[in-house]
């Protein structure tokens, strides 16, 4: 079974390109996509990937729930937040639910890239 890389976002064009831009850098792993809550704890639950991006933004409560609840069944699968919100108290919360890194979309997809590559 390969390895899996999870991305989580409801933005349909970000999450699509973000998912080709990392097939295409970690070709060992299979990307998959899930658009909500409960396409995501299901897609975690069946594949379990060892590594998941977080597209997070306002209201940003479901998303750190859904990270909660990733961690609760799932504990050792890192978790990368990736967000265009450079607000101190969504980096603290997104740690606080189990976040292992908040990378800012304003860095680039190169330093997203960068964080990931360290975490595998």
């Known amino acids: 079974m390969d390895e899996v890389i999870l991305v989580i976002g409801d933005h349909h064009p970000v ?3 973000l998912c080709t831009r990392l097939e295409m850098t970690f070709p060992k792993y299979k990307v998959i996509e899930a658009t909500g809550s409960q396409e995501a ?3 975690v639950l069946s594949s379990l990937p060892v590594l998941i991006v977080v597209d997070i933004g306002p209201p940003a409560v479901e998303q750190l729930e ?3 609840r990733i961690k609760a069944v799932q504990p050792l699968v890192k978790i990368v937040v990736w ?3 450079d607000w101190e108290s969504y ?3 997104a740690l606080a639910a189990g976040a292992t890194a908040y990378v ?3 860095d ?3 330093k997203l890239l960068t964080v990931l590559s360290a975490m595998l």
């Open 104 to 106: 800012l979309k304003e």
């Open 15 to 17: 999450r699509k390109a």
């Open 91 to 93: 980096q603290a919360d």
């Open 83 to 85: 967000s265009i919100h």
């Open 41 to 43: 704890e299901a897609a």
């Open 66 to 68: 859904v990270i909660q």
């Open 108 to 110: 680039t997809q190169d």
